[in-house]
C-alpha cells in the first residue's frame, strides 16, 4: 500500500476524535471589518449582537462612547460549508458634533484608527460599514457620512456597505422605505451610492422594551423579535463571509500615522 493512498480515518470509528483531545483546532480565513459613523448610532450594539442576539441592549437612552479603536474578534463557522472565518471588527470611536466643529476632527479619527492598525498589525480591510440609525440618516449623518467619505476616499467605495440600526423598532415597511428614502434623497444619495456592497437593516433586542411587556405575551415578544433579528444578522454575515477573499491594504493608514507624528513632532520642536 502505497503511503499517499493511506487516509488515517478510516481506520477509526466514524465521527472518532482520537489524537484531537479535548482541543478540536482548524483553520480559519481572516477578515477585517471597519465599523465608522457618529456617536450613539450603536456600533458597539451591532458587534455584540452579532456575537451573541440574545444579549439584547439596555442603553440606548444614553450614548455610550467608544473613545479609541476596539478590536472585537469573532470565529465563525459556516455549517454549510465546514469552512471557518476570524472575523475582526474594528469598532472605531463616534464621531460627534464636537469632532465635526474641530478642523482637526477627521484627523483626529484618522490618527486613532491609524495607531490601532499598526500596533494590532492589520494591514487589509476586507469590509467598511457605515452605521446609522434608522430614521435619522438625513438629519444627522450626512456631515458625518461627508467627513469620511473624503478621508477614506473612492477607493474604499467598493468595499463599503451601510448598516441601518433600530431597524427592530420599526415594521418592515417602515425600514425599507427609510432606505428608499437614503437611496433617493440628493443629501444622502452620495452616501448609498458610495456602498456598493449594499444597505442593510439591523436591531436588537431593548431589554427594557422587554422588561415592559406583559408576562402572559413575553415570551412570544422574545421569539418573534429573535426571528427577525436572526434574519438580519444572517444577511450581513453572509456579505461579510463573501468578502473574504476581497482585500484592500491599509498602507495608507501607516502612511497617514506616519504624516501625523511627524507634524506632531514638527509642532513641538517649534
Keep these: 500500500m502505497s503511503d499517499n493512498l493511506v487516509k488515517i480515518p478510516d481506520y477509526l470509528p466514524k465521527d472518532s476524535n482520537l489524537g484531537h483531545g479535548k482541543h478540536l483546532v482548524t483553520t480559519a480565513k481572516c477578515i477585517n471589518v471597519l465599523l465608522i459613523g457618529r456617536s450613539g448610532v450603536g456600533k458597539r450594539t451591532f458587534v455584540n449582537t452579532l456575537v451573541d442576539p440574545q444579549i439584547g441592549t439596555s442603553t440606548r437612552d444614553t450614548l455610550t462612547n467608544t473613545e479609541n479603536p476596539q478590536i472585537s474578534t469573532l470565529?465563525?463557522?459556516?455549517?454549510?460549508?465546514?469552512?471557518?472565518?476570524?472575523?475582526?471588527?474594528?469598532?472605531?470611536?463616534?464621531?460627534?458634533?464636537?469632532?465635526?466643529?474641530?478642523?482637526?476632527g477627521a484627523d483626529e479619527q484618522l490618527m486613532s484608527l491609524a495607531t490601532e492598525c499598526v500596533r494590532r498589525n492589520i494591514t487589509w480591510l476586507n469590509v467598511v460599514c457605515m452605521v446609522t440609525k434608522a430614521g435619522t440618516t438625513e438629519?444627522?449623518?450626512?456631515?458625518?457620512?461627508?467627513?469620511?467619505?473624503?478621508?477614506?476616499?473612492?477607493?474604499?467605495?467598493?468595499?463599503?456597505?451601510?448598516?441601518?440600526?433600530?431597524?427592530?423598532?420599526?415594521?418592515?415597511?417602515?425600514?425599507?422605505?427609510?432606505?428608499?428614502?437614503?437611496?433617493?434623497?440628493?443629501?444622502?444619495?452620495?452616501?448609498?451610492?458610495?456602498?456598493?456592497?449594499?444597505?442593510?437593516?439591523?436591531?436588537?433586542?431593548?431589554?427594557?422594551?422587554?422588561?415592559?411587556?406583559?408576562?402572559?405575551v413575553v415570551r412570544h415578544y422574545v421569539a418573534a423579535k429573535l426571528e427577525r433579528i436572526?434574519?438580519?444578522?444572517?444577511?450581513?454575515?453572509?456579505?461579510?463571509?463573501?468578502?473574504?477573499?476581497?482585500?484592500?491594504?491599509?498602507?495608507?493608514?501607516?502612511?497617514?500615522?506616519?504624516?501625523?507624528?511627524?507634524?506632531?513632532?514638527?509642532?513641538?520642536?517649534?
Design 75 to 104: 470565529i465563525l463557522k459556516d455549517n454549510d460549508t465546514g469552512l471557518s472565518y476570524q472575523i475582526n471588527i474594528i469598532d472605531t470611536p463616534g464621531l460627534d458634533e464636537k469632532h465635526l466643529d474641530n478642523k482637526n
Design 139 to 216: 438629519q444627522s449623518d450626512v456631515n458625518v457620512f461627508k467627513l469620511l467619505t473624503e478621508a477614506l476616499g473612492e477607493r474604499y467605495s467598493k468595499i463599503a456597505m451601510m448598516i441601518v440600526t433600530h431597524c427592530d423598532e420599526y415594521t418592515e415597511t417602515v425600514c425599507e422605505s427609510f432606505i428608499d428614502f437614503i437611496k433617493t434623497d440628493k443629501s444622502t444619495k452620495p452616501y448609498y451610492d458610495y456602498c456598493r456592497l449594499g444597505t442593510y437593516m439591523f436591531g436588537a433586542i431593548d431589554c427594557k422594551k422587554v422588561g415592559a411587556v406583559p408576562e402572559n
Design 230 to 270: 436572526e434574519i438580519m444578522r444572517q444577511d450581513i454575515i453572509a456579505k461579510i463571509v463573501a468578502c473574504s477573499d476581497t482585500k484592500l491594504d491599509v498602507e495608507e493608514f501607516k502612511c497617514i500615522y506616519d504624516k501625523i507624528h511627524q507634524d506632531q513632532n514638527d509642532n513641538i520642536k517649534q
